[in-house]
């Protein structure tokens, strides 16, 4: 009788605690079910976060979330946990120039491919075969978004239906062999993200069955009519749709250009948005669907806030109705942004798709891609990297599914090319123009064996053939014949003293070039033989002799680069230092020791806020030996190491290269300011310390030199001028240069 009654209590008990809440969720259920549709627009697409921000602060749920274009990608990631703070923080900080683009990321490559990165402005993939050729369909492959989309979806990487996610969600996109709309409702959410943002001609298609899918905003820009067909009895609509440009505004190509995407992005919109119960549009005036510039990012957003804060009223109004249905409102977990370094995960299998043996074995080895191994995602992205740049593979990339207790790894690519074209053009009032082009080519082995062609034409001409094969994991052996071509002119304190030009052939042995992320060893054997034409003397190079010599050198390099960018950096440091022992018999110079080199160079970048930089930096290079040669003296002059001559150490207010004494130190103190988004003030402070011997290093007395710039970083390289004065030359230097230094 006990036993009885404590079980009637028991069940009271939880009929009373449990019936409200299952009461209160069968009423939340019976509410209106609100949807929240987003438009395409490129940037413009920001806006929608700002909106959901406003949406999130009135208290009302979304039930169901549907987008195009950029509108798919805030509408999916929102509808699997990032809310729109978090949204707001991880579009700011993306590199959206290298989102939006096929180069890599820096923090993936080797320091050559680095160098490679911010040398050529044109890099593209090159294959014999037709086929391979019209792979793409697109100038952009768009790698880097579908590994930034990969990342974020994590955990959403299966084939799965969109309505299971935890707010339901569709997005747009439009099969090109029909022109018909194609509707994502499930699949892989990356790929559907992916799809609904291709841009024709701009990036690749997606490629999926018999269908090949571009940009959604083709055909249906604004969703409405996919919400209700969801299920939505409540619509607030978001349009960032630009209004038509007026006859005196189509003035330029892509302002025709932008006009006709407009236009074609208005299938079905004036239907859909008649439907939209709270329609909120943005003023998107003065933005383009490129404006992703950190500047634009903010006030898009601020303009979204803006635009749904002058529907407060109705927001408000919309929320005491689904209270008076019964709305439980609960505010959801929001899902934290995984970085590639910080997210985990344990491997149960890996397969591949469309990758030779070879360079399956090569990467799962390097890489340690094995089953029961724990990988972060950076690796990952890593092992992409290498398929790309060293395998030459178009579209590489790859998906993460659970199984069990870890999870299936897929790497795939479309196509594999053999052969890879890099150019690069510049201008600066140093050598007028320039132009270079690098072609590298895989020769298909068991360990990857790469040759390499690069020309250059210009005031210094050069041609120069690599060979290069990587036997261990993160080292490579190589061997490389140059040319070079220098037409030099030779300054004494500010004024031209003489000319000479030279042949220069080289042959240089890599007996072991050691990588790991930033930091690389090189340890070469070089032959080099000079062949010098002739010389305009001046008045302090009477006792100058230019006969041809040759020498046989040993050389040791240690290279370290942490810094973002090369020529803009905020933060990083880089350190390079090295040591040559030069010959013409393999021993030493005739019956004497050989000449001893030895060089160096550090600099930090110390970044004060997020738009001013201080940058200290100090070099040098030390040379031991007697009767040291002209073509091997010390010369300083210039913005960058090495513009004009191997030896040239970067000195402010001197633009033109001057010989100095066998000994020399040099310190600088650059102060970089950001001035909106791309435009640079940049000013140097240059001091230096030489002598004959290293004892008389202090003897001389100081050289200092100034330098004020402005530079705009553009795609093409750094635009911009500069002006400087130094106390060597006691004279005015003014320089212009336009593109990357090579």
Known sequence: ???????????????????????????????????????????????????????????????????????????????????A??????????????????????????????????TYILSRPLSITRKARNAAGGLITGINLSQLFTRLTVGYHDSIDFNNLPIPFACVATNIVDNTEYDFHNGVLSNALRASMAIPGVFTPVRQDSMVLVDGGLRNNYPADIAKRMGADIIIGVSVQSDNRTAAELKSGPDI?????????????????????IPIKVNV???????????????????????????????????????EEGLIYKPRKTRPVPTSEELFIKIDSVCFDNIVASDRNYIVSKYKLGKGDSISVKRIEEAITTLGVNFLYTGAGYTINKSGNGYILKISAKSKRTSRINLGVRFDTEEMVALQANMSHQIKARIPVILELTGRLGKRMMARLDAQINPLHYGKIGLSYVFRHDDTNIYQRGQRDYNFTYNQHSVNLQLLSFNIRNFSVDMNVKMDFYDFHDMLSGPTSEYETLDN????????????????????????????????????????????????????????????????????????????????????????????????????????GIGH??????????????????????????????????????????????????????????????????????????????????????
């Open 1 to 83: 009788m006990k036993k009885s009654l404590l079980r009637l209590l028991a069940l009271t008990l939880t009929i009373l605690l449990f019936m409200p809440a299952q009461a209160e969720e069968r009423q939340d259920s019976c509410r209106s079910r609100v949807a929240v549709v987003l438009s395409g627009g490129g940037a413009k697409g920001m806006a929608h976060i700002g909106v959901l921000r406003v949406i999130e602060r009135a208290g009302i749920p979304v039930d169901i979330i549907t987008g195009t274009s950029m509108g798919a990608l805030i509408g999916g990631l929102y509808s699997i946990g990032y809310d």
């Open 85 to 118: 703070a978090t949204l707001d923080s991880l579009v700011k900080v993306q590199d959206w120039k290298t989102l939006l683009s096929d180069k890599v990321d820096v923090s993936n490559q080797s320091l050559a491919e680095r160098d490679k990165q911010n």
């Open 257 to 277: 250009l932008m006009q006709i995407v407009d236009i074609n992005c208005k299938n079905k919109f004036d239907e859909n948005w008649d439907m939209t119960d």
């Open 285 to 323: 005036k003065g933005y383009s669907s490129a404006s992703f510039t950190r500047a634009a990012i903010d006030t898009l957003i601020a303009r979204g806030e803006e635009a749904a804060m002058q529907h407060w009223d109705e927001l408000k109004a919309l929320k005491r109705k689904l209270d």
């Open 549 to 652: 010599m040759h020498f046989y050198s040993y050389i040791f390099r240690l290279n370290y680069n942490s810094e973002d960018r090369w020529f803009f950096t905020t933060r990083g440091a880089r350190f390079n230092a090295g040591y040559g022992y030069y010959t013409d018999n393999f021993i030493g110079r005739g019956d004497r020791a050989g000449l001893s080199i030895a060089d160096f160079m550090w600099r930090m970048s110390f970044p004060l806020n997020s738009r001013f930089v201080i940058q200290p930096m100090v070099s040098g290079r030390l040379l031991f030996g007697n009767d040291i040669p002209l073509i091997m003296r010390n010369s300083i002059g210039g913005q960058l190491p090495g513009m004009y001559l191997e030896q040239q150490v970067p000195f402010a």
């Open 657 to 742: 290269i001057e010989f100095v004494d066998n000994m020399l130190v040099v310190g600088q103190i650059m102060a970089q300011q950001r001035i909106m988004d791309n435009n640079y003030i940049i000013g140097r402070l240059s001091f230096g310390q030489r002598g004959e011997k290293l004892r008389d290093l202090f003897k001389l007395g100081p050289m200092t030199g100034c330098e004020i710039a402005y530079y705009y970083n553009s795609m093409f390289g750094p635009v911009g001028a500069s002006l400087g004065y130094s106390s060597r030359t006691n004279e005015p230097y003014f320089y212009i240069n336009l593109g990357f230094q090579f």
